[in-house]
């Protein structure tokens, strides 16, 4: 059997480890310490814009204290991206409130802005209007921003960014997790920097940001005993896993480029395959980190016989995210488009994306999906 290649597995630098073992020389094996602190600087100052971080446990996490701190609560609704990774919406089910699923559109694969004007008109008409916008770059592609920031602006409506898959992407020279209210970065082992399970929440809005330490950390007020005022979490990030981030920031640039060449180096193999569709940026605005390298397939082919296919010869491939209003537990909750995130996960797979690919291991994955084209 051929070594396995994997979908996105982590890819360590040079000071990750040195940096977990500062950790436990100075005994900093908790919730807190320098390389929180450390981390934290690195990915505001990365980002820019003036922005606040707080490290957390998880993406997950960022996401659900971004819903507490807009006061979404029981009854409520909430738009979401319905073509994502379930972690965007399970959040607006932690509080009680109700997902409102959004289409995407064919450039980007994000939400349509046209689906979201007319998902937040009927909700308004119904008597609710929706509490937070959630928006998704997926594998790495900026949202039409310039479209759906004016539209959240109009109705008043506060936009939390789900950057989970695009640190290292820009919009019109903006970083992406800069453009939410708030804003939620990912370091999960298959993202593109990893500290093994981690996540951060973003904002210009400092206060956020504060209160959001002060919910993570169990909202202890400021008492010498245990004194709550305010229900509490256990989301912060630990300080070993932050060494690992701090380390993973040195490499951010060149893990952007090597993912970008894979991409390059995909379109560029099938080149005269027509029944592979590539995802191109739709203008200069839009630069993608390519956390994954996606695809449509068009025609006899389709995606489950490549991906079958490649399995066999021990290469990891995926379909698209499956559209959360077809997935079970969202059933009969309100769904806006026209059927083209539905498409897209008939149509799309997921190529082996890491930047610890060897120039091999890519000629491999391409030689065998040619090999069933021809
Ligand atoms: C990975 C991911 C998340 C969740 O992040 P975790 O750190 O795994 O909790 C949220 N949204 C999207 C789009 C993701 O890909």
Known sequence: ???????????????????????????????????????????????????????????????????????????????CQSMTFSASANPIAYQGATPVFVDSE????????????????????????PKAIIVVHLYGMPAQMDCIIPIADRYEIPV???????????????????????????????????????????????????????????????????????????YRMSNVCAGIGRGQMEVLTQRVAKRRSNYTFYKEAFANIEAIRFADEPTEDYYSNRWLSTVLIEGAITREDIRLHL????????PLWKPMHLQPIFAGVPFYGDGTS?????????????????EADLERVAAQLKGLFQ
């Open 106 to 129: 064919e450039e980007t694969w994000n939400m349509s802005p046209e689906h979201l004007e007319a998902a937040i008109q009927d909700r308004m008409a119904k008597g609710k209007k």
């Open 1 to 79: 059997m051929n070594d396995k290649i994997w979908l996105s597995s982590p890819h360590m630098g040079e000071s990750e480890f040195e940096n977990v073992k500062e950790a436990f020389e100075t005994n900093w094996i908790a919730p807190l310490g320098p390389h929180v602190d450390g981390f934290e600087r690195d990915l505001a100052s990365f980002l820019g814009e003036g922005v606040h971080v707080a490290a957390l446990s998880s993406g997950t996490a960022a996401l659900h204290l971004a819903l507490i701190l807009l006061g979404v609560g029981a009854g409520d609704e909430v738009i």
């Open 311 to 318: 399995e066999k010869d021990n290469i990891e491939t995926r």
């Open 160 to 234: 939390v960014e789900d950057a989970a898959e695009a640190l290292g992407s820009s919009y019109k020279g903006q970083k992406l997790g800069t453009f939410g209210a708030m804003s939620i970065l990912s370091f999960n082992g298959n993202k593109i920097i990893t500290t093994s399970g981690g996540g951060a929440l973003v904002s210009k809005n400092e206060e956020w940001i504060r209160k959001s330490r002060f919910l993570a950390t169990q909202a202890r007020d400021a008492a010498p005993h245990y004194q709550h005022s305010h229900i509490g979490y256990n």
């Open 342 to 358: 539905e498409r897209l996960f008939e149509k799309g797979l997921c190529l082996p994306s890491g930047s610890n690919l060897a």
